[in-house]
């Protein structure tokens, strides 16, 4: 079972889509995600596999880029076709009640209208979006890791320990320039020590 489902068109986010599979999986782990290209099995049901992937997901990342909505087919119906796997997908998430997460990719992706969008869609307006930029994927895919492991705090995170705060300061070392003596830099006392007095240069 998987808990997180990438929702992507292979003609608009294929890309992102593998860069998301591949940083969720360092930080939750393989088996926590479910990415169509890796997860389906050879000679496996195309259709059941997907839908059932949908069903028993707990989070759906629906990435959204500038083709998402039409796509790149002659049609050009996208999402208003009831045989794209998109919609289906999410459509099915809806249904099953899996939370669906808008990511929208790229800085100029507008956000979504209802008018837009299929009437069995048209919610997807309504929930928060994240953002992923191309160009500097870092901060989003941080944020929606941080979403996930917030919603499935059962998953192993890979980046807890980074975020925890050092607890143990580095330790620093004490420079002393040109010494002409003893030199004890600790906080207890020196013994067996003795005074010295003028210069011990070499000259």
Sequence with gaps: ?????INFRSDDTAGIATLLDREL???????????????????QRFSEAI????RQSGALLALIGPYWLAGRSAD???LHNEWDWVRREIIEALISQVRVIPVLVGRKTPS???S?????????????HRRLDPNDPGPGLTRIGDDLAKLFPHLPNHDASEAQPNRH????????????????????????????????ERG
Excluded: C, W
């Design 76 to 78: 050009g119906r996208g």
């Design 116 to 128: 837009d969008l299929p009437e069995e869609l048209a919610i997807l307006a309504k929930f928060q």
């Design 169 to 200: 300061p580095p330790q620093t070392g004490t420079i002393v320039y040109r010494p002409t003596g003893p030199v004890h830099t600790g906080s207890g006392n020196q013994h067996n020590t003795f005074p010295t007095t003028g210069s011990h």
């Design 25 to 43: 999986s360092r930080r939750f782990g393989l088996e926590s995600l479910f990415f169509a290209p890796r997860s389906i099995e050879a000679g």
């Design 1 to 5: 079972m998987h808990d997180i489902f």
């Design 51 to 54: 839908l059932t992937a949908v």
């Design 112 to 114: 979504l209208r209802p």
